[in-house]
C-alpha cells in the first residue's frame, strides 16, 4: 500500500530557488512600487499589465454575482449588495482550484488540463465532465465541490485562449464548441501537419504557418503549443515557448503563448490581450449557464452571497439533556423570528443529534418552519453509561455546514470517541469554524457504574480532564467551553444569538490558565458598532477602562460604560452607546481557566493563508495546506473585505502573529498586493507579508490597520495555526464511480530529522479500504509516498461528495498535520451532451413598417443524450413560444389535432424555466415549439435543459443564419498597471538569475 520515496536534491533545489524568490520578492515590495497582481498564478509573467486566472476568475464572479443581484431583488445599492467575508472566501476557493492546476503533480504536466500539444479533443473532454461535476454537486447541495470543480473548469477553458491560435486566426468570438458540441469545430491539425515556422527572437511575429491564420472557415485548422519534452514535439510543430519551456529551442522554434504581456514568457505577448478578452467572455458565459440552469437563488447559495450565518446544533439526546433540549430549541426559536425581517437569504440550519452508540441522522434545511419542526421533535431519551460519540457527530457537522460556521454543542458527557479527535480538529481548522460547547455536568460529577446517569449506587469518580479534549477543540478553533447549570442554560445559550448574527468581527480572543492580574486591550474603530465580551470561568476582579481612562468595576457596580449579566460559567458585558473609539481595556483576575473574546459588529474584516514558492513548470505561490512549517520562510497572503468606497482612507500596515495567552510572537509588515487602479468597490483588498520563520508555538492572526478617522483598526481570527514540521500533500482527487474502487494519492513531508510516522484517513461515507493507523519511517528531510483505496457501492448517489480527512503524526514528538479532499461520486455513463433544436420551418413577412408585420419559427426540440428533456425558457425575445409534444406519427412542423395533445404550454420573456420533465417524453421524444413575434424584434433565445442539467441555447432569428461570429459577450473590463522602468529592470535580472 505504501512506497518509500527518496529525494534529498528536491529539498537542496527548492531551498535555494526559494531564498532567491523571495530576495528578488522583498526588493519589489518598496512603497513606491507593488507586487505582480497574482504571485500564486500559473506563470510569473514578469509584466504588470497582464491579466491572470485569478484576476479574469475573480472579476467574471464578482460581475455575474451583482448582475444576478440586480435582477433578483430589482436595485444593486451599494449597501444592499456588500458582498462580505464568506461571499470571498468562496471566490477564494474557485481560485485556489484553478491555481493548484498549475501545482499539483497529477496535472500541472498533464497536456489535456491546460490545452497544450495539440490534445485539444481530450481537453474539450474533460472540459465538459467539470461542467456536468460541477452540476451534479451543485443539484446534491455539495457547494464545496461545485466551487473546486469550477475552478478546474476555469483554467483550462481560460488556458484554451492563450495556449491555441483562436486569437491569430482572427476569432473575436469564443469558441462555443468547447462546452456545446452541437455548435460548428474546428479541426486540429494531425500530427503530422506542420504548425510553425523558426522564430529566431523572443518576439514571434508570423510564425504560425498561412493555414493556421486563415479566417476562411473551410481551411481553418487549430493547434495548441507543445509544452517541455512530454510529450515530445514533432519536427514543424508549435512550441508554447517562454524562458520555461524547453521544448521551445526545437524546430520550429519559437512558441505561440500569450499568457503574459512579458516576451521572456509568451512569444505573442502582443495578442495577450486579445485573449484574455475572450478567456473573460468564456468565463462570464459558463457563469451565466450556470446561473440559468440551477436558478438565481441557488447561484447565489453557492457564493454564499448575503447569506445569514448558518446555525448549527450538535445535542446530546440522552435522558439528562432536557433542560439543554429546551434552551437549544428557544434559541433557534428567537434567531429565526428575528431573521425574518431582514433583506437577504436566512442562511441555513443544521441539526445533529447523538447518543451513544447512535449519531444523527443528520437534519439539514433552509427552511426555518422545518428545522424547528426537526427541533420540536427532539426528544431526551435513554441513558447509559457516560461517554458519548460527541466528536463524530461534530464531524457530521463539519462535513455538512458551510465554512466558517459557528457549531454549538450542547452535552453533559465526556466523548467515548476520542480516536476521532485528529479528524474533527482537521476538518475544524479546514473549515475555519468555530466549535463552542455548553456543558451542563459538573467535572466533579460521580456516576453509576451501571444503568442510568442518575442511579445512586455503586459510584466511582470520573477523571477530572475528561472534557480536556473540548476544550482543545474549542481553544484551536477560537471557540469557548462553557461549564454551566441545568438552571442556567437558557440564559448561557444566548451566546448563540450573540455568535450567529451577521457580521459579526472578533476585536479579542484570549485564554489563560493563572490567577494573577492580567491586562487584555482591544480597539474599537469607526466602523464598528455592538460591542460584547463574552468571560468564561469564575472572575474574582474585572475593571473595563475606556479610551479616556474611564473606569467601570464590572462585578460590583452599575455604570455608564457597560451592562453586565452573570451566569454560572460565563459573563455577558455590553459596551453601552455611544461607545468611544480607541483602545479599551480589561484588567481581571479570575480563580483557574478564563477566556476573553469580544466580537462586534462590522463588515470589516480579513481572510487569510500561507503560501510558499513553487518552482516547478509554473513558478509563483502555492497555498500551504494544512499547518505552515515552523521554523521556515512563508508568505501570507491576506484578503481585507467589506470596505466601501467611503473607506477609501482606511489602511493596513500589518499583522501579528499572537500566542495563546495573547503575547505578540511576531510582527509581519504589509504590502498591498492589488492594482492601486482597482476602482471596484467591491473588490476585496489584496495584501501580502513575508515571515521570515514561522513561530514554533501555536499562534493566531491579527490584523492592524486605521479607519477613516486615523484611528487604529484590530480584526482578530481566533483560530489557532498549529506550525509543525510534517506536511500531508494531497497528489489526486480522482472521481468515485459507483461500483468501482478509486486511489488518493499523497506525500508525506518529513522537516525534521529521522523518525516514525503514523497516518490515519476517515470518510464520512465509509467507503475506505482502510483506515488506519499504518506506521511508516521518513528519513530527515525526505517524503514518503503514499495511497489511500476507496471503494464506492454501486448504490452511490451521483453528485454526493465524500470529505476524506488524513491526520499524520510523529511518534516522538507533538508535530502532526491533516489534509482535507473532497470526492465527488460521478455515473460511469455521465451524460455530457446538452439537448438539440432544429428548425422545421421559418416563415417571414417582414416589411418595414416592422410593427405591421410577423414572422414564425417552428423547431423540434429533443435530447441528445440519455437523460430526457427538462425544461425550457424563453430567455430573450419580445415574441410568444408555444409548446406541447408531437403526438406519436406525427412529423415535425405539421399541424396538431388538438385531441392529440397530452400537454400544452406558453412561454414569454422573464417567465420561469417550464418543468417538462413531468411530461412523460422518452429520452429521444421531441417537442414541437413554435415561435412568433412582431418584426421589430428579430431575434429570440431559447434555454433547453436535460435532467442533468445540460444547457441548449437555441438561436431564433426571423431572417439569415446565425454565423459563429455573430455571438456576442459583455466585455469583463480589465485591469492594468503601469509597470516602474527601474523596478522592472531589477525584476528581469534577478529572474534571470533565479532560472539561469
Known amino acids: 500500500m505504501m512506497s518509500q520515496g527518496i529525494k534529498k536534491r528536491f529539498w537542496k533545489d527548492n531551498e535555494r530557488i526559494v531564498h532567491r524568490f523571495m530576495f528578488a520578492s522583498l526588493l519589489l515590495a518598496s ?23 485569478q484576476y479574469i476568475t475573480e472579476q467574471a464572479i464578482l460581475n455575474v454575482t451583482l448582475d444576478t443581484l440586480q435582477q433578483h431583488q430589482g436595485h444593486r445599492a451599494e449597501e444592499e449588495t456588500r458582498l462580505g467575508r464568506s461571499f470571498w472566501r468562496a471566490v477564494g476557493e474557485v481560485v485556489h482550484s484553478n491555481a493548484e492546476m498549475d501545482f499539483l503533480s497529477s496535472t500541472r504536466s498533464d497536456p489535456v488540463y491546460h490545452f497544450d500539444s ?36 476555469f483554467h483550462s477553458l481560460q488556458d484554451f485562449y492563450s495556449h491555441s491560435n483562436w486569437v491569430e486566426m482572427g476569432q473575436r468570438s469564443i469558441y462555443l464548441h468547447l462546452l456545446h458540441p452541437e455548435e460548428p469545430a474546428v479541426p486540429v491539425a494531425e500530427g503530422d501537419t506542420p504548425t510553425c515556422m523558426e522564430c529566431f527572437s523572443a518576439t514571434c511575429r508570423d510564425n504560425l504557418l498561412p493555414r493556421l491564420t486563415s479566417r476562411q472557415r473551410d481551411v481553418q485548422l487549430l493547434t495548441t503549443g507543445y509544452f517541455s519534452a512530454f510529450p515530445p514535439k514533432p519536427e514543424g510543430k508549435c512550441s508554447h515557448g517562454g524562458m520555461l519551456d524547453s521544448s521551445r529551442s526545437m524546430g520550429a522554434k519559437g512558441g505561440i503563448n500569450k499568457d503574459s504581456t512579458s516576451p521572456l514568457f509568451s512569444p505573442h505577448h502582443f495578442l495577450h490581450v486579445e485573449a484574455a478578452k475572450l478567456a473573460s467572455d468564456a468565463t462570464l458565459t459558463v457563469l451565466r449557464d450556470l446561473r440559468n440552469t440551477v436558478g438565481h437563488k441557488t447561484f447565489l447559495r453557492l457564493f454564499s452571497v448575503k447569506q445569514a450565518p448558518a446555525l448549527v446544533f450538535v445535542i446530546d439526546t440522552t435522558g439528562s439533556m432536557f433542560e439543554e433540549i429546551t434552551a437549544a430549541r428557544l434559541r433557534a426559536h428567537a434567531i429565526i423570528r428575528n431573521r425574518a425581517d431582514l433583506p437577504g437569504q436566512p442562511g441555513s440550519f443544521l441539526l445533529v443529534p447523538f447518543h451513544d452508540p447512535q449519531v444523527g441522522p443528520v437534519y439539514e434545511t433552509d427552511d426555518p418552519d422545518q428545522f424547528m419542526e426537526h427541533m420540536e421533535n427532539l426528544m431526551a431519551l435513554g441513558g447509559g453509561d457516560e461517554p458519548e460519540m460527541c466528536l463524530t457527530a461534530i464531524q457530521l457537522a463539519l462535513t455538512h455546514s458551510p465554512p466558517m460556521s459557528e ?23 479546514a473549515k475555519q469554524s468555530k466549535v463552542t460547547f455548553l456543558l451542563t455536568e459538573d467535572p466533579n460529577y460521580t456516576i453509576a457504574r451501571k444503568g442510568s446517569r442518575r442511579r445512586k449506587r455503586s459510584r466511582q469518580p470520573l477523571p477530572p480532564d475528561r472534557f480536556s479534549l473540548y476544550s482543545a477543540l474549542s481553544s484551536l478553533s477560537g471557540g469557548l467551553t462553557i461549564f454551566t447549570s441545568n438552571s442556567d442554560i437558557h440564559s448561557v445559550s444566548s451566546i448563540v444569538e450573540d455568535n450567529t448574527a451577521a457580521a459579526k468581527v472578533t476585536l479579542l480572543h484570549v485564554e489563560r490558565d493563572q490567577e494573577q492580574m492580567s491586562l487584555h486591550s482591544f480597539r474599537v474603530d469607526s466602523t464598528v458598532n455592538d460591542v460584547t465580551v463574552h468571560i468564561t470561568g469564575s472572575l474574582s476582579h474585572c475593571i473595563l477602562i475606556d479610551p479616556s481612562g474611564q473606569t467601570q468595576s464590572l462585578l460590583s457596580e452599575q455604570g455608564s460604560l457597560a451592562s453586565l449579566e452573570h451566569f454560572n460559567g460565563l459573563y455577558r458585558v455590553r459596551l453601552l452607546p455611544p461607545i468611544q473609539p480607541g483602545q479599551w481595556h480589561l484588567h481581571a483576575q479570575a480563580d483557574g481557566h478564563v477566556a476573553f473574546n469580544v466580537i462586534a459588529d462590522s463588515s470589516v474584516d480579513f481572510l487569510y493563508y500561507f503560501a510558499t514558492v513553487t518552482n516547478e513548470t509554473h513558478p509563483g505561490l502555492a497555498r500551504v495546506e494544512g499547518s505552515p512549517v515552523a521554523g521556515v520562510p512563508t508568505f501570507l497572503v491576506l484578503a481585507v473585505t467589506g470596505l466601501s468606497p467611503h473607506d477609501e482612507e482606511v489602511s493596513f500596515s500589518h499583522v501579528t502573529l499572537l500566542g495563546a495567552e495573547g503575547e505578540s510572537l511576531k510582527k509581519v509588515l504589509l504590502n ?22 514561522v513561530p514554533r508555538a501555536p499562534f493566531c492572526v491579527r490584523l492592524t490597520g486605521r479607519d477613516g478617522r486615523g484611528n487604529k483598526l484590530e480584526r482578530v481570527a481566533t483560530e489557532m495555526v498549529q506550525p509543525t514540521r510534517v506536511q500531508i500533500q494531497v497528489l489526486s482527487t480522482p472521481p468515485l464511480v459507483p461500483g468501482h474502487s478509486s486511489t488518493v494519492d499523497l506525500n508525506i513531508l518529513n522537516h525534521g530529522p529521522d523518525r516514525l510516522f503514523t497516518l490515519t484517513a476517515e470518510d464520512d461515507a465509509g467507503y475506505l479500504h482502510t483506515k488506519g493507523p499504518h506506521r511508516f519511517h521518513v528519513e530527515a528531510h525526505n517524503l514518503f509516498h503514499s495511497q489511500v483505496g476507496l471503494h464506492t457501492p454501486a448504490s452511490a448517489q451521483a453528485g454526493a461528495t465524500v470529505t476524506l480527512t488524513l491526520s499524520v503524526y510523529a511518534l516522538d514528538s507533538a508535530d502532526t498535520n491533516y489534509a482535507v479532499a473532497y470526492l465527488t461520486v460521478v455515473p460511469p455513463d455521465l451524460d455530457t451532451s446538452p439537448p438539440s433544436c432544429s428548425t422545421t420551418r421559418l416563415q417571414s413577412s417582414c416589411s418595414p413598417a416592422c410593427n405591421e408585420s410577423t414572422w414564425n419559427v417552428s423547431l423540434a426540440v429533443w435530447d441528445r443524450g440519455r437523460s430526457g428533456l427538462a425544461a425550457l425558457q424563453l430567455h430573450k425575445g419580445q415574441g410568444t413560444l ?14 396538431h389535432p388538438e385531441q392529440h395533445v397530452r400537454h400544452k404550454a406558453t412561454l414569454v420573456e422573464r417567465d420561469p424555466p417550464l418543468n417538462v420533465s413531468g411530461w412523460g417524453l422518452g429520452s429521444s421524444e421531441p417537442l414541437w415549439v413554435s415561435y412568433t413575434s412582431s418584426c421589430c424584434s428579430a431575434q429570440a433565445e431559447l434555454l433547453v435543459w436535460d435532467t442533468v442539467g445540460n444547457l441548449k441555447r437555441c438561436h431564433l432569428a426571423s431572417g439569415q443564419q446565425r454565423q459563429l461570429s455573430d455571438t456576442r459577450t459583455e466585455n469583463s473590463g480589465g485591469r492594468h498597471v503601469m509597470p516602474n522602468g527601474f523596478s522592472f529592470l531589477v525584476l528581469i535580472l534577478l529572474c534571470c538569475q533565479l532560472l539561469s
Open 882 to 895: 408555444t409548446l406541447l409534444p408531437l403526438p406519436v406519427g406525427d412529423k415535425p412542423g405539421e399541424t
Open 672 to 693: 498591498s498586493s492589488s492594482s492601486p487602479s482597482v476602482s471596484s468597490s467591491y473588490t476585496a483588498v489584496d495584501l501580502i507579508g513575508w515571515v521570515d520563520s
Open 407 to 429: 457549531i454549538f454543542v450542547f452535552t453533559d458527557a465526556s466523548p467515548k470517541d476520542a480516536h476521532m479527535f485528529d479528524v474533527v480538529k482537521g476538518l475544524t481548522l
Open 118 to 153: 495539440e490534445r485539444v479533443d481530450s481537453a474539450v473532454t474533460m472540459l465538459r465532465r467539470f461542467w456536468a461535476q460541477t452540476l451534479l454537486s451543485v443539484r446534491a447541495n455539495e457547494y464545496q465541490s461545485a466551487l473546486h470543480s469550477l475552478g478546474q473548469l
Open 31 to 53: 512603497p513606491c512600487t507593488c507586487f505582480l497582481p497574482n504571485f500564486w498564478s500559473r506563470v510569473l509573467t514578469l509584466s504588470w499589465d497582464s491579466y491572470t486566472h
